[in-house]
């Protein structure tokens, strides 16, 4: 009785080995005989091996798990092994009843901890008498709870089960577990305690020596070559003939078109070959680390030029939460949650297809609802309920959380074809049963669903996903993208070619990583023997062994930063086959960075050609009098036939009509206009932000003037400020109280958590504290204009447009002088008519950074004939010690600093004698200061009606609140 581990050569030795005990251990009449394989493909390639032999009908052949399984079912005491479903459901039941639940941790890593423990075979009552940390008891209990929760359910873990199996089975036959790189310590103490009454073999593979070709075509020379001597020994390096090639793009741009022109050409020329051998053709296996996001990206250019491709192995699965039904059903789950769910919520169910409602009619439904931020959720579901019959049956189900009676609505639905094309139906498919088996698991579990839809978004579907190839197209290839790992599964010589892509040290990292689980397993003496770089060399060696005619390594030089990127292990040892022996010879290439002798059979890919590398388009060479380029419109202008659908016009008329406010955006920076103005890139829903507040501090403002000239009062003054102060209170609080009552398009500030309130009653704070302050400001000038509107019944011309809006504040003292007021949360150092700079939108004319005080100051003095003699933004929000900002321009002869609160208020006024004076605007005076910015505004405005919307941020503040995150000149 005996138990042998065995490290052969090459695959083709350890099976040949296991073949000869099986064939001993058969003439000594030994049974059972059982060969294990690592995986499914193996178990049918063995089975296909065996099938000719004596061998056929008398050695069993399965998976590690397949085996255990059935054996415990023969010999086992009657528990059913559980699956990785249940598992993952029963550890957060337990986990929760830990100490991690008084903490309100998440569980996540501490469930994965415990799982990979329990797939090791560990048990609670293995850690008896061992010293533990803190955190380790944690675990250790928490597995100790799991381990008694099965037993009251009648299951096991078959990872236990192998522990015990083999003092149950009473074992006389032969065991041989063949390819194994590593075997958990459950599946290794069973083959050592087979071992003591029977015949256990474990035969793994060096890979240091090439297989043998299971039939079909053979192989390459330079590829046996390289296989030869890439971890075993050879007398010579590799000589280079082009059967093993490389592909370095020069970024990310480089990409696309070129690897799927080699691709499809391997493919094709694959299928040429086969028709004329009369064989079928062998596929082409691309491999990369993100072999899912690369078959998106290169299957349809495969398709159109004729080749066919699908993916395989880990990367047929995605995550539940990324399929189209797993994002709706999330969302429509939400529904259920009084904590998380919110008026979009149910916008995005209706806008997905578990919902029959028309696209526009569920956008129109959508906008009208988040506009009020105080419409109850169940108003909004009823709303929706009542407009679709669907609906309302599937909404009632979902909000009395009968999520299996949901599923059930939903399945007629989703088997009728209403998640698009063929692939994103069976992804939805796919993602629809493995919920329905989670359910029902969970439902066991008696869990909390919000846990539930946690973990459920976190469960890989399986789901491969194909690209046919387009009708008439020539060629006719197949191609399979997977994972390294899964390219290593297949048979050797099975494919025409490899391609493994992003070959660079960060796609493919090789290092030792201890984790909380192995420090577990070592105080009970279980190590795991992980070696990273001999996985990583297993793996590349079988992957190259399923190559049968070429390989193709591609590498991108720089990463998507522009920063140089380096080669991983598996590259550097694969270049070095090819580099002499006998002399350290490290001369390279100096524009592929390669050995000289394979340079040759390397094509470097400029991130230039961007047509050719993003569209996947070959480039033809141009012929007689045939451009070499296209055409391409200018990013920094709108074509002609554009612009009048940029500016716009008065009711659909010809006049362009502008806000000051608009204008300022534009000088700021005009990508930041067209994102805000035209295409309104902002939030639909109704928010509690600068804009309602700012709104409701101009409402309450207004009111408290309005109600102090009703009690006979111009403004405030010094000795009833008191007063003043509970007027400005209770204005605040009516104004309050009136918010939710007002159209979204008013801004109202509405409140709906304790948060919220409480910064209302900090603004209101703000306002009232303001008034004393005020009694302060423009001493002899009197309140006497609020929210004056201009523009919108009369056109007023300002710059060679129709301007309109509504200034803040207009005061006037007895000489008909008046000073603009533009109200402001806060006043940065940007609103200081001295802080200017030339304006590239505006013609290179230096402007101050902002202007819309300025611009009211124009529309006063046209509008109502009065003097201006001052532009200031007041701010209304009190500092500590301090009054409120105040900045802005005013005239020195009309108005004195006495007469403004503001320490800085002197340096703002005009004229002044020094450089920063009006002399910068080419002004002499206030007067023509307000002219010279409606001159500077003209040439803005000719450059936005010219189309120009190019980025162009002026001010150090110019980015904030632009949604344009990726702008090449964004800077904060």
Not at 320 to 328: E, I, K, L, M, Q
Not at 635 to 664: D, R, W
């Amino acid at each position: 009785m005996t138990y042998e581990h065995d490290i052969e050569k090459s695959a083709a030795c350890a099976e040949g080995k296991a073949f000869d005990a099986l064939l001993q251990a058969s003439r000594r009449g030994a049974y059972p005989l059982m060969w294990l394989a690592p995986c499914e493909e193996g178990v049918e390639r063995v089975r296909r091996r065996l099938s000719g032999t004596p061998l056929g009908l008398s050695v069993g052949v399965a998976t590690f798990e397949q085996w255990a399984a059935d054996q415990w079912e023969l010999h086992g005491d009657g528990t059913r092994p559980v699956d990785a479903v249940e598992r993952s459901c029963l550890l957060w039941s337990v986990v929760a009843l830990g100490p991690w639940a008084d903490e309100g941790a998440s569980f996540k890593g501490v469930v994965a901890l415990l799982a990979q423990a329990i797939l090791q075979g560990v048990r609670a009552r293995d850690f008896d008498g061992v010293a533990l940390s803190a955190s380790q008891q944690g675990l250790v209990a928490s597995l100790a709870r799991y381990q008694a929760e099965l037993e009251r359910r009648g299951r096991c873990e078959l990872s236990w089960a192998m522990r015990d199996l083999a003092g149950l089975m009473a074992f006389r036959g032969c065991v041989a577990a063949v390819g194994f790189d590593e075997l958990s310590w459950a599946q290794s103490e069973l083959l050592r305690r087979l071992g003591a009454s029977g015949e256990a073999l474990r035969i793994d593979d060096e890979c240091s020596a090439a297989s043998r070709p299971d039939g079909g075509a053979g192989r390459a020379p330079e590829l046996s070559a390289l296989l030869a001597g890439l971890y075993g020994r050879a007398d010579a390096p590799v000589a280079p003939t082009g059967a093993v090639s490389f592909l370095l793009p020069q970024g990310s741009y480089g990409l696309g078109g070129p690897l799927a022109t080699r691709v499809a050409a391997l493919a094709c020329a694959e299928a040429d070959a086969a028709r004329a051998a009369g064989r079928r053709p062998l596929p082409v296996v691309v491999c990369a680390p993100d072999a899912r996001d690369l078959f998106l990206r290169l299957g349809p250019a495969l398709a159109r030029r004729g080749v066919a491709s699908q993916t395989r192995g880990r990367a047929s699965r995605v995550a539940f939460s990324s399929t189209v039904f797993g994002r709706a059903w999330l969302s429509l789950a939400a529904c259920a949650n009084p904590d998380v769910r919110t008026l979009a919520t149910l916008s995005d169910v209706l806008r997905s297809p578990l919902c029959p409602m028309d696209d526009g009619k569920a956008m129109d439904f959508d906008a009208a609802w988040r506009k009020k931020r105080l419409r109850p959720f169940d108003d909004m579901a009823a709303d929706a309920a009542s407009r679709d019959g669907f609906l309302a049956t599937l909404l009632p189900l979902v909000l009395e959380r009968d999520f299996e009676g949901a599923l059930a609505a939903l399945e007629p639905r989703l088997r009728s074809g209403a998640f698009g094309d063929a692939a994103l139906q069976g992804e939805s498919v796919a993602a629809f049963a493995a919920l329905g088996r989670f359910l029902a698991a969970w439902r066991d579990c008696a869990g909390g669903d919000d846990v539930a839809w946690s973990l459920v978004a976190q469960r890989q579907v399986a789901s491969p996903l194909a690209f046919s190839a387009e009708e008439g197209a020539a060629g006719q290839g197949d191609v399979l993208f997977c994972s390294l790992s899964d390219a290593a599964l297949m048979a050797p010589a099975s494919a025409a070619a490899v391609v493994l892509r992003d070959m660079t040290a960060e796609a493919y990292p090789v290092r030792v990583e201890e984790t909380p689980v192995t420090l577990l397993l070592e105080r009970i003496g279980v190590v795991c023997d992980l070696d990273p770089v001999a996985q990583m060399r297993r793996s590349l060696f079988r992957c190259l062994s399923v190559a049968s005619t070429s390989v193709l390594l591609e590498r991108p030089l720089f990463d998507k930063d522009g920063t140089q990127t380096y080669p991983c292990l598996a590259f550097e040892e694969i270049v070095d086959c090819y580099r002499p022996y006998d002399v350290l010879d490290r001369s390279v290439d100096r524009a592929t960075g390669l050995p000289p002798a394979v340079a040759r059979f390397a094509s470097v890919v400029p991130e230039a050609h961007v047509h050719e590398n993003l569209l996947g388009e070959d480039a033809a060479p141009p012929g007689q009098g045939q451009a070499s380029s296209w055409r391409a419109g200018s990013p920094a202008k709108v074509s002609p036939e554009g612009v009048s659908a940029l500016v716009g016009g008065a009711h659909g008329g010809s006049a362009v009509v502008l806000s000051p406010s608009a204008v300022e955006t534009y000088l700021e920076c005009p990508l930041k206009w067209f994102t805000l103005r035209r295409l309104r890139l902002k939030v639909p829903d109704a928010g509690f932000g600068a804009m309602e507040k700012g709104s409701f501090a101009h409402d309450v403002l207004r009111r408290f003037y309005e109600r102090l000239h009703e009690r006979g009062a111009a403004k405030v003054a010094a000795d009833d400020v008191a007063r003043a102060q509970a007027l400005m209170e209770a204005v605040a609080d009516e104004e309050l109280a009136r918010q939710p009552a007002l159209p979204p398009s008013r801004n109202p500030l509405v409140a709906v958590t304790a948060a919220e309130e409480a910064e209302a009653r900090h603004l209101k704070r703000q306002l009232v504290g303001f008034v004393p302050w005020e009694a302060r400001l423009l001493e002899g000038f009197v309140p006497t204009h609020f929210e004056y509107e201009f523009g919108k019944k009369t056109p007023f011309s300002y710059a060679g447009v129709c301007l309109t809006g509504s200034v803040d504040r207009i005061d006037v003292n007895g000489k008909g002088q008046a000073v603009v007021i533009d109200y402001k949360s806060s006043v940065k150092g940007t609103y200081d008519v001295r802080s200017r700079s030339s304006a590239p939108q505006a013609g290179g004319a230096v402007l101050p950074d902002k202007v819309q005080a300025l611009m009211y100051a124009q529309v006063v003095r046209r509008e109502l004939g009065l003097d201006v003699v001052g532009a200031l933004y007041v701010g209304y929000q009190p500092r500590a010690g301090k009054p409120p900002a105040l900045s802005g321009a005013f005239d020195r002869t009309a108005v004195q600093p006495s007469q403004a609160w503001d320490a800085k208020a002197e340096l703002v006024g005009y004229p002044q004698l020094d450089d920063d004076g009006c002399a910068a605007y080419g002004a002499s005076s206030f007067a023509e200061l307000v002219d010279e910015v409606e001159r500077g505004v003209e040439k803005a405005v000719a450059s936005l009606c010219e189309g120009r919307i190019a980025p162009y941020p002026r001010t150090a503040d110019a980015c904030s609140f632009c949604p344009v995150q990726d702008c090449a000149k964004r800077r904060d």
